[in-house]
């Protein structure tokens, strides 16, 4: 059975915005879909326990709005946040599903929306932002999405995050990247490269923030319980070895490396 996993490649987004590009695999239908994000993840570099695998739908009448391009990109209008969020939400598959049980086999990889509601240091709700529109280098409006802490007592509630939307057709929304200003790091979902650092916010990083790194690359805070980029409890939690498949993972990266240095030329 052979499943098109769609996931964006930011290592190509100087050139054309933020590229979609299609892992295509062909696997048994009774493989779960977990299986199937760690296969998809390990291909392209990507960190497992922040990853989602979402499926595309047909848009609600209230999603409409996000996702239909305007003839004049100044007439574009973002209204609140929530109906974005409910958007990932109802997108999410689960993994226990199996691959047959699919309604579709062209699916998308997001980071998941699910850790990002809850704050790394202490717990509670996150609170975000309405969202407002950027345009990258695509010329395609994009969202993005400032979001804190709302626990007036966590140390975390100044701080300033924000996640990007990407769109990608007219169903299939992704979240692409994660950004902190405290620690200076930007994510884009690779599990091989840190964070990258801001150039133009000129935020220095508070002496709270000066801890060792998750193994994802990130700086946390000296007392968060959860790595606020890759979500592990703990921070330098090491990786789980890899998982048994009846697949060869290797030549799976192989592949997706030639797909990549073919976009590039």
């Not at 100087?14 to 879909?33: A, C, E, K, M, Q």
């Not at 739908?57 to 109906?83: C, F």
């Not at 009846?246 to 797909?259: E, F, G, S």
Request: proline share 7%; charged share 25%.
């Amino acid at each position: 059975m052979k499943v098109t996993i769609h996931y964006f490649a930011e290592a190509l987004a100087d050139l054309w915005g933020t590229p979609i590009v299609p892992i295509r695999i062909d696997v048994s239908p009774s493989l779960d879909v977990g299986a199937l994000k760690y296969m998809a993840c390990y291909a392209s570099d990507l960190i497992e326990d922040m990853m989602v695998l979402t499926t595309p739908k047909k848009l609600a009448p209230e999603e409409a709005h996000y996702i239909k391009l305007p003839t004049s990109l100044s007439k574009l209008t973002v209204g609140s946040t929530q109906g974005l969020v409910d958007m990932f939400s109802r997108r999410r598959l689960s993994e226990s599903l199996k691959v047959g049980e699919l309604e579709t086999h062209s699916l998308g990889m997001s980071i998941d929306i699910n850790w990002l509601r809850r704050c790394p240091v202490c717990g509670q709700q996150n609170r975000f932002s309405d969202p407002r529109r950027v345009v990258g280098c695509d010329n395609i409006p994009d969202l993005d999405v400032d979001y804190a802490c709302s626990n007036s007592k966590c140390n975390e509630r100044s701080v300033r995050k924000k996640f990007d939307i990407r769109f990608c057709g007219q169903e299939l929304p992704l979240i692409t990247a994660v950004s902190n200003a405290a620690s200076c790091a930007q994510l884009y979902g690779s599990k091989t490269d840190p964070p990258g650092q801001y150039q133009d916010w000129g935020a220095e990083v508070p002496e709270l923030y000066k801890s060792e790194h998750c193994c994802c690359g990130a700086i946390n805070p000296t007392d968060a319980h959860y790595c606020w980029n890759c979500g592990k409890k703990n921070k330098n939690v090491q990786p789980e070895p890899p998982m048994s498949l009846p697949y060869d993972l290797d030549a799976l990266r192989k592949r997706v490396r030639h797909l990549l240095r073919r976009a590039r030329s």
